[in-house]
C-alpha cells in the first residue's frame, strides 16, 4: 500500500493503474468508513483513500481542531483491507496559496445547500464539492463512494458529477450503525458515556416515524412536529427532522421513494442521522 503525500505524486502513481475506486475521508476510520472500502473493492478496480480533514468545510466555531486524527491507526486498518495507495495531503499541499486568499469554488446549486444542513453550516457544502472536486481531477477515479449517513452531501455529489461532466460513476453505501441503533460516526467519540446512551434516542425517533408512514399516516409535519418535541424534551437541541424525496430531497408529498433526515445536538455533539423509506 503506498502512502502519498503529494498531488504530484499521486498523479503519477494514477498513471501506472487501469481503473480506480476512491473513498473520501476525513480519517480516524470505523466500519462505516470501511463498508466503503470493500464496496470499493468489489468494483475490481485499485482502492484510492484519502485522508484529508478539510479546513475549506468547516465553519468558524466548528470542531476543525478538536477533530480526532488517528493517522497510525487509520493506515493499518487499511493495509490490512487490500488498498493500493493512501492519498494524506497537507492543508499546504491542497491549498497552496491559504484558505483565505482568493481560489476557484465550486458552488452547488443552491437548492440543494441552502437547506437542511447547509442552512446551519454555511460553506459547508462549498468547502465539500471544491475538495470533492480537486480530489477528483488529481486521482481521476472511474467510481468514486459515498455513504448514505451523510445524504445531502451524497446528492451535491452526484449534482456535481453531473453538472461538471465528471466521468466517474458515484456509488454508495447503506449506513452502519452500533449495536445500540447509532450511526457510526467519527464524531460520536466526542460523547460522554451518559450522552452514548441518550443518543440512541434519535434513531430510535425516527424508526418511530417509519413506523407511522409505512402504518398509512401521511400528514408528515405532524409527525415532524411530534418527533422534534420528544428530542427536544429529552434535552435534544434539533436543527431539523424532515420528510423529503429520495431522489432530490424536496419536501415529501405523495412520493414512494422517501427519506427522513435528522441533525440534532446532543450537549456538545451534532448527530445526523436518517432513513429511506418505500412506501
Ligand atoms: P467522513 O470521514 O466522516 O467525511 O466520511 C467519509 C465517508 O464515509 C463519507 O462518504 C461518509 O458518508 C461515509 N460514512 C461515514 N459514516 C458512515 C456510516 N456510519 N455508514 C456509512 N458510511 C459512512
Not at 105 to 119: A, E, F, K, S
Not at 211 to 231: F, M, S, V
Not at 259 to 278: Q, S, V
Request: a negative charge; charged letters at 25%.
Amino acid at each position: 500500500m503506498e502512502i502519498i503525500e503529494t498531488a504530484s505524486k499521486m498523479q503519477a502513481w494514477r498513471k501506472e493503474v487501469d481503473a480506480v475506486a476512491f473513498v473520501p475521508t476525513m480519517g480516524n476510520l470505523h466500519a462505516g468508513h470501511l463498508a466503503l472500502v470493500k464496496r470499493a473493492k468489489a468494483t475490481g478496480a485499485q482502492v484510492v483513500v484519502s485522508i484529508f480533514v478539510n479546513p475549506l468545510q468547516f465553519g468558524e466555531d466548528e470542531d476543525l481542531d478538536q477533530y480526532p486524527r488517528t493517522l497510525a491507526q487509520d493506515l493499518a486498518q487499511l493495509g490490512a483491507l487490500g488498498v493500493g495507495a493512501v492519498f494524506v495531503p497537507t492543508v499546504e499541499e491542497l491549498y497552496p496559496n491559504g484558505l483565505e486568499s482568493v481560489q476557484t469554488l465550486v458552488n452547488p446549486p443552491t437548492h440543494l445547500i441552502d437547506d437542511l444542513c447547509g442552512r446551519s453550516r454555511p460553506g459547508h457544502f462549498e468547502g465539500v464539492a471544491t475538495v470533492v472536486s480537486k480530489f477528483f481531477n488529481i486521482i481521476q477515479p472511474n467510481y468514486a463512494l459515498f455513504g448514505e449517513k451523510d445524504y445531502q452531501q451524497l446528492k451535491v455529489i452526484e449534482q456535481m458529477v453531473e453538472d461538471l461532466n465528471y466521468p466517474i460513476e458515484i456509488l454508495s453505501a447503506p449506513i452502519i450503525r452500533e449495536e445500540s441503533g447509532l450511526a457510526r460516526s467519527s464524531r460520536n467519540h466526542y460523547l460522554t458515556p451518559q450522552e452514548k446512551e441518550a443518543s440512541t434516542l434519535l434513531y430510535q425517533t425516527l424508526k418511530g416515524v417509519e413506523e407511522k408512514i409505512l402504518a398509512g399516516e401521511r400528514n408528515y409535519q405532524d409527525l415532524e412536529e411530534e418527533a422534534k418535541a420528544k428530542l427536544a424534551a429529552a434535552g435534544w437541541k434539533v436543527d431539523y427532522l424532515t420528510v423529503r424525496v429520495a431522489e432530490n430531497l424536496n419536501v415529501a408529498t405523495d412520493e414512494q421513494e422517501l427519506i427522513l433526515l435528522a441533525a440534532a445536538t446532543l450537549g456538545e455533539t451534532r448527530l445526523l442521522d436518517n432513513i429511506r423509506i418505500t412506501l
